[in-house]
């Protein structure tokens, strides 16, 4: 059972080019998340999953795109990267809330680092 | 809508002192609260959570949170700090106003252990 995995572990790119972060779980999850961590800053959520074929923004979505088209894959896109794109990228899925006590828990991801330059 | 605060950005203490990381809350009905660690170029790793069950509440490694309602606090404490603690510690909320298991981040307290 590895968890969540994600690729790469660090990117540098150039500005205006793209990019897609990949996200994996094999705990059968429906929820998946992406967040984005600045240096100094806690976690915000920029696009969530709530099964395959569903997703929804979350506090930071502009620059960003995701497709759920099974539920053990959740890829992040980013189209034009720009210099406040810079960041660590995290991926982490549950349960849905509801279903006893474990479903509150989120697990993530090592992270992606990215630069833009 | 859900918040969290974290009180000090940065803690340093003696390995083998007790440990105190302060977490104040805001929440418009009864929270569920976490407290995530995240050691130096690796993912987030949940060390407790409280759900309305015990107000003390147990985690990995030592550590524990005390759940104060009076206080809107989720403190997380562990009576002897280990080298292996030092690491960042987020205390979070979760937020349920849109139906799916969002969490609130605080912005982290760096914890480090001094020998």
């Known amino acids: 059972n590895a968890g969540v995995t994600q690729t790469p572990k660090f990117r540098i790119l150039k500005i205006g080019q793209s990019m897609t972060l990949q996200c994996t779980q094999d705990?059968?999850?429906?929820?998946m998340y992406w967040y984005r961590q600045d240096p100094g800053m806690g976690l915000k959520l920029i696009y969530y999953s709530v099964g395959a074929g569903i997703t929804d923004k979350g506090e930071v979505p502009n620059g960003y795109n995701v497709s759920r088209s099974t539920t053990e894959d959740f890829p992040l896109r980013l189209e034009l990267a720009a210099p406040s794109q810079t960041s660590v990228y995290f991926c982490?899925?549950?349960?849905?809330?509801?279903?006893?006590?474990?479903?509150?828990?989120?697990?993530f991801g090592p992270g992606t680092r990215l630069t833009v330059l | 809508a859900q918040s969290v605060t974290q009180l000090d950005s940065h803690v340093s203490v003696s390995e083998g002192t007790p440990v105190l990381l302060r977490c104040n809350y805001s929440s418009s009905y009864s929270p569920s609260l976490f407290w995530y660690v995240q050691h130096p170029n690796k993912g987030l790793q949940l060390l407790l959570k409280?759900?309305?069950?015990?107000?003390l509440v147990k985690g990995i490694n030592g550590f524990e949170a005390e759940f104060k309602k009076s206080e809107t606090s989720f403190h997380l404490t562990k009576p002897s700090a280990h080298m292996s603690d030092a690491a960042e510690y987020f205390c979070?909320?979760?937020?349920?106003?849109?139906?799916?298991?969002?969490?609130?981040f605080g912005a982290g307290t760096r914890l480090a252990v001094h020998p």
């Open positions: 409280y759900t309305s069950a015990a107000t």
């Open positions: 982490a899925s549950s349960y849905p809330y509801g279903g006893g006590d474990h479903t509150d828990t989120q697990y």
């Open positions: 705990m059968n999850h429906n929820y």
């Open positions: 979070v909320v979760r937020d349920s106003s849109g139906g799916y298991n969002k969490l609130i």
